[in-house]
């Protein structure tokens, strides 16, 4: 599971258009399980988002077809790629989302948080490799979102599958392995969860934030960091054996042997 987050209008839901093949880049390389975008026919792109590729939207009436029942919901995906046994296959995915009672009911009679259930068994109806989750609880309570989230991961760790979120909750970040943060169209950071036993017996998490660095050797730095040394316009750089020192763009105080200021 990997959340893409950043402020509005900072490129995360172009960058999401794009890895989705709905919309095409204007330059570089598109690579998702093993399919260059760039080099798709039109064709081709409707095969892909067919079957490699399931979008869960935040728009609950974009997700789903307000005449059909929930079942029905989840066939259409499979009746638009030619598939048998998709009644079948639709009761088991609303067993998996908790929903199978509900099979009959259309859109109208369910709450948000079981439309998004539904939405999430919709994406998952022709095995895609890669679900892509714009917003999927902008419009569901902070309950609601972590029960929705809860049933992200259960489907990332029980079918394999890849989630991609993208979200402007930085909050998001704690249900996910990876954060990739962008600003101003380019990846800033990148965050990476790990869990490890600690000396008390306790579980607990360590998360590690990497300054993502561009083929051209840039990077930007983390918001915090630069707000609090000041930074702005240009800074100084010092190779150091093992690292690079920055430094505001003023002289710095002389220090001593004890390291203060002289």
């Known amino acids: 599971m990997v959340a893409i987050v950043g402020a509005s209008g900072s490129g995360k839901s172009t960058l999401l258009n794009i890895l989705g093949g709905l919309d095409v880049a204007s330059a570089g390389r598109a690579l ?23 979008f869960i939207w935040q728009h609950t009436a974009r997700n789903l077809l307000p005449y059909l029942s929930a079942a029905e919901n989840v066939e259409l995906p499979m009746v638009l790629d030619g598939r048998a046994q998709r009644r079948t296959r639709a009761r088991d995915l609303l067993e998996v989302v908790g929903l199978a009672d509900r099979a009959t009911h259309r859109p109208d009679r369910l709450s948000g948080g079981e439309q998004q259930r539904v939405a999430i068994a919709v994406a998952l109806a022709n095995q895609p490799a890669i679900i892509f989750a714009d917003e999927p609880t902008g419009e569901l309570d902070s309950g609601t979102s972590a029960e929705v989230f809860a ?36 990846t800033s950071t990148e965050t990476v969860r790990r869990t490890e036993l600690a000396d008390d017996g306790n579980h607990r998490v360590i998360a590690e934030e990497f ?52």
């Open 32 to 54: 998702v399980a093993g399919h260059d975008l760039t080099q798709m026919g039109r064709r081709e792109r409707t095969r892909y988002r067919r079957r490699v590729v399931g």
């Open 151 to 186: 049933l992200l991961r259960r489907v990332n760790a029980e079918l394999g599958t890849t989630i991609v979120i993208v979200t402007h909750d930085v909050l998001v970040s704690e249900h996910v392995q990876r954060t990739v943060a962008i600003r101003d169209g380019r």
């Open 211 to 262: 300054a993502v660095l561009d083929r051209a050797g840039r990077l930007q730095l983390p918001r915090a960091h630069v707000e609090a040394l000041e930074l702005a316009n240009r800074v100084r750089l010092r190779l150091e054996e093992d690292h690079v020192g920055v430094w505001p763009d003023r002289p710095r105080p002389n220090r001593d042997e004890e390291g203060s200021p002289k």
